[in-house]
T-cell receptor, first 112, second 109 residues
């Protein structure tokens, strides 16, 4: 099993550009989520999904969109990148809301 | 909304010394999870605590959940250089999981 995979590993965007961060898991987990990690602030939940076709907002959803068309994939879209979105983004999956989360390797995003 | 505070932010110890990080919530939690993130890596699950007053051990690591389910601690006995990294708690309540800011542990050999 590959677990949770994320692409790309690194990305540099200019302000106003859009892009999609990819996340996939092969563990048949229902629950997937996106976090951003900033220095001194831990991990903050952006969006999450409890199953295919169902998504919901987390703590910091503004500026991001998600969709969940399949159990395996949970892409995160930045609509119009801003310097405040410079961060490390982690995707995670678990078999349930209260269960152990498996994190992907992360995407380091810089917006100039 | 729910807040999860974690202290200290940094801890530097000599190899062989003990280490403790504390996690405090403003509200009663359903459960709490602990994760470890090595430098440059991703968070890795360590343990989950669910019951009031629960204590769990993993070799040199001891995890506690407070009686009121509002606080938790992770204690490492006799630290080793392999323990370096940032330790996060994550508290869950009402479909809302919040991570603490983490405690970064460095160990001097």
């Amino acid at each position: 099993n590959a677990g949770v995979t994320q692409t790309p590993k690194f990305q540099v965007l200019k302000t106003g550009q859009s892009m999609t961060l990819q996340c996939a898991q092969d563990m048949n987990h229902e629950y997937m989520s996106w976090y951003r990690q900033d220095p001194g602030m831990g991990l903050r939940l952006i969006h999450y999904s409890v199953g295919a076709g169902i998504t919901d907002q987390g703590e910091v959803p503004n500026g991001y969109n998600v969709s969940r068309s399949t159990t395996e994939d949970f892409p995160l879209r930045l609509l119009s990148a801003a310097p405040s979105q410079t961060s490390v983004y982690f995707c995670a999956s678990s078999s349930g809301l209260l269960d152990e989360q498996y994190f992907g390797p992360g995407t380091r995003l810089t917006v100039t | 909304g729910q807040q999860v505070m974690q202290i200290p932010q940094y801890q530097h110890v000599q190899e062989g010394e003990d280490f403790t990080t504390y996690c405090n919530s403003s509200t009663t939690l359903s459960n709490i999870q602990w994760y470890k993130q090595r430098p440059g890596g991703h968070p890795v699950f360590l343990i989950q605590l669910v019951k009031s007053g629960e204590v769990k051990k993993q070799k040199r690591l001891t995890f506690q959940f407070g009686e009121a389910k509002k606080n938790s601690s992770l204690h490492i006995t006799a630290t080793q250089t392999t323990d370096v990294g940032t330790y996060f708690c994550a508290g869950y309540r009402n479909n809302d999981m919040r991570f603490g800011a983490g405690t970064r542990l460095t160990v001097k050999p």
